[in-house]
């Protein structure tokens, strides 16, 4: 079992940037591959990004490719995406999901275990 919390959310504006954190609870972290996942209001959940096990793999969605980073520090059971250069379209609910695999997914089924999610807001 694993219990995942997400931080960082907040209000920006275009251009800026924002850091979130998905803390994960349990010892067997290293075991999951990670993602973030985003949903807006009225629209379907939309893949973000993802990290393998180890942080050697990461994948991005088109959208956030080279604005968005995925990083994990398995020591301290935390996964983190960077977000830089902002966009009033970026604005959703953003959350972290853990599956029980060495490698990621860009598909939100493959996954077992979700956070609560964080709102992130950007202003025009």
């Known amino acids: 079992q694993v219990q995942l919390v997400e931080s960082g959310g907040g209000l920006v504006q275009a251009g800026g940037s924002l850091r979130l954190s998905c803390a994960a609870s349990?010892?067997?972290?290293?075991?999951?591959?990670m993602a973030w996942f985003r949903q807006a209001p009225g629209k379907e959940r939309e893949f973000v990004a993802a990290i393998t096990w180890n942080g050697g793999s990461t994948y991005y969605a088109d959208s956030v490719k080279g604005r968005f980073t995925i990083s994990r520090e398995n020591v301290k059971n935390t996964m983190y995406l960077q977000m830089n250069s902002l966009k009033p379209e970026d604005t959703s609910v953003y959350s972290c999901?853990?599956?029980?695999?060495?490698?990621?997914?860009?598909?939100?089924?493959?996954?077992?275990?979700w956070g609560q999610g964080t709102q992130v807001t950007v202003s025009s």
């Open positions: 349990g010892r067997t972290f290293s075991r999951y591959a």
């Open positions: 999901a853990a599956r029980a695999s060495y490698s990621s997914d860009p598909r939100f089924s493959k996954y077992d275990y």
